[in-house]
């Protein structure tokens, strides 16, 4: 098996003030390491001018500074950046830079794959590789930061993955967001498939994080068909963990619905998701189905039918937003990150990167 060596991006001050003092330099060139990996961006040693090149030699003998290789990149018609990267391995996997007006965001991926085998999914039909790293993790923004003239102020951890499957590589990778990165917590979302235990033990941490839960029915009996998560954690006891997320985080929470032509659409599951979350502080971001080949027949239902879910939804005074749909021609939304790929590193299924059904 290959196993590439570690990278220093993903550790935070004090683990680089370990690696100084074992050098035998004093700590202020950990803190000088941190800021070169995390303030000044740097991907490569020779970057480093203010660094002793002996300290330099030294930990580029056991040491890479990024773990990440672009494979590809690539740019839509309307401004959106997709990186396709690697550790040396075949194990490919995406983050996508998203600017808008206001701010810049980022999605990023947690794990190579997804073993949640959620039925729309073009990640989880290619089936789990492995997690990713923190240093994996943290090096998707700093790439997609030396893209970007303006500061990444958030991220969605949106792309390849289910976030709280990598618990134990994300919480260092969040720390270093906020610590060493400087954004805020209030800034990044978890996007979670619902996984109680782990809400639960997240919520345990008080960090004001913005969870957001694909619920993408009220009924289980729907929500099974398209979600097998659901036998595990139904609808009922995962929008109560949710309830109690935003009671101990005091943020307010997101459920995401997907939106899949007369299945998911109908009005009655609109009057039925409005009565589960009423009076509950939340939001409910609509995504009509970014068109992936699923097998399933599964269809982009049409603007009408869109509307009439989010009306329903606000004549019960529910804050409805719509998912903004960005890099349709580069296959750069969520969903659609199936680590698409060709040669020497088309390991995992390749999907097709048609943008919607022709609904
Ligand atoms: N595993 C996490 C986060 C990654 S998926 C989760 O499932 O929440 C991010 C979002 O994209 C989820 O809300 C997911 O349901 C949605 N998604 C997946 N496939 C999609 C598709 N084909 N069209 C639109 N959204 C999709
Ligand atoms: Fe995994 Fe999320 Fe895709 Fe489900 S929707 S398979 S949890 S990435």
Known sequence: MHTPPPSLIGLNTAQCVELATQFGAPAYRGRQLAHQLYQSGSSDFS??????????????????????????????????????????????YECVLLPYEDRVSCCLSTQVGCPMGCTFCATGMGGFD?????????????????????????IVFMGMGEPLLNLGQLLPAIEIFR?????????????????????????????????????????????GRLMPVNHKWPVAEVVQTMRDYQRATGRKVTFEYLLIDELNDTVEQARALAHLIKGFPCFVNLIPFNWVDTGNGFRRPTRERVQAFRQVLQSQGINVTERVERGHDIAAACGQLAGQHSGKFAKRRSLSALPQSPA
């Open 130 to 154: 492995r997690n990713l790293t923190t240093g994996e993790i943290v090096a998707q923004y700093l790439a997609l930061q030396a893209l970007s003239a303006r500061r990444i102020s958030h």
């Open 47 to 92: 970057e480093m001018s203010d660094l002793p090149r002996q300290f330099r030699s030294w930990l580029a003998e056991n040491w890479v500074v990024s773990p990440l290789t672009v494979v590809q990149h690539q740019r839509s018609t309307d401004h959106v950046d997709k990186l396709l990267v690697h550790n040396g391995d075949e194990q490919v």
């Open 179 to 223: 610590n060493e990165i400087g954004l805020s917590a209030r800034h990044l979302t978890i996007s979670t498939v619902g996984l109680v235990p782990q809400i639960r033990e997240l919520a345990e941490l008080k960090i004001p994080i913005h969870l957001a839960l694909s619920l993408h029915s009220p009924f289980d009996e729907v929500r």
